[in-house]
């Protein structure tokens, strides 16, 4: 993966889209991975001394439409399949997409405008 450019969370479009504050100026392109990047602190349990922070992948959306200063992208995360046959014969639904804390349930994915996101590229 080739990282494209950090961005925020503009807003909610609706229950799967969200729109991203960078597009053609800043290098996106239709396509793009757009990651939302959830920080873990890790701290000495002795000392509280901070000794690093890693980023772990909390929902990825693909770019569908790309403006100059902004994009669109779509979730691609989808719901854990709970199928007892080990062949599936269609997708398990999407996530949806939601900014109230009071949805957040298996199946939604809980953003916050602002959000910080990394852009990326599939090589």
């Given amino acids: 993966m080739k990282e494209v450019t950090?961005?925020?969370?503009?807003?909610?479009?609706?229950?799967?889209?969200?729109?991203?504050?960078?597009?053609?100026?800043?290098?996106?392109?239709?396509?793009?991975?757009?990651r939302i990047r959830k920080p873990t602190e890790?701290?000495?349990?002795?000392?509280?001394?901070?000794?690093g922070t890693v980023y772990t992948t909390a929902g990825s959306f693909r770019?569908?439409?790309?403006?100059?200063?902004?994009?669109?992208?779509r979730v691609i995360d989808r719901i854990p399949s709970r199928s007892s046959t080990p062949f599936q014969t269609r997708?398990?639904?999407?996530?949806?997409?939601?900014?109230?804390?009071?949805e957040e349930e298996v199946g939604v994915l809980l953003v916050e405008i602002g959000?910080?996101?990394l852009i990326?590229?599939?090589?």
């Avoid at 504050?21 to 239709?30: H, L, P, Q, S, T």
């Avoid at 890790?42 to 000794?51: A, G, H, M, V």
């Avoid at 990326?120 to 090589?123: D, N």
């Fill in 115 to 117: 959000q910080k996101v």
């Fill in 6 to 34: 950090e961005a925020k969370i503009a807003t909610l479009i609706n229950e799967y889209d969200i729109a991203v504050n960078r597009g053609k100026d800043a290098g996106v392109e239709e396509g793009d991975l757009v």
């Fill in 42 to 51: 890790i701290r000495d349990p002795d000392t509280s001394e901070l000794l």
């Fill in 91 to 102: 997708p398990s639904p999407l996530k949806r997409v939601t900014v109230n804390p009071f």
């Fill in 120 to 123: 990326q590229r599939e090589e």
């Fill in 63 to 73: 770019v569908q439409t790309v403006l100059d200063k902004a994009c669109l992208a």
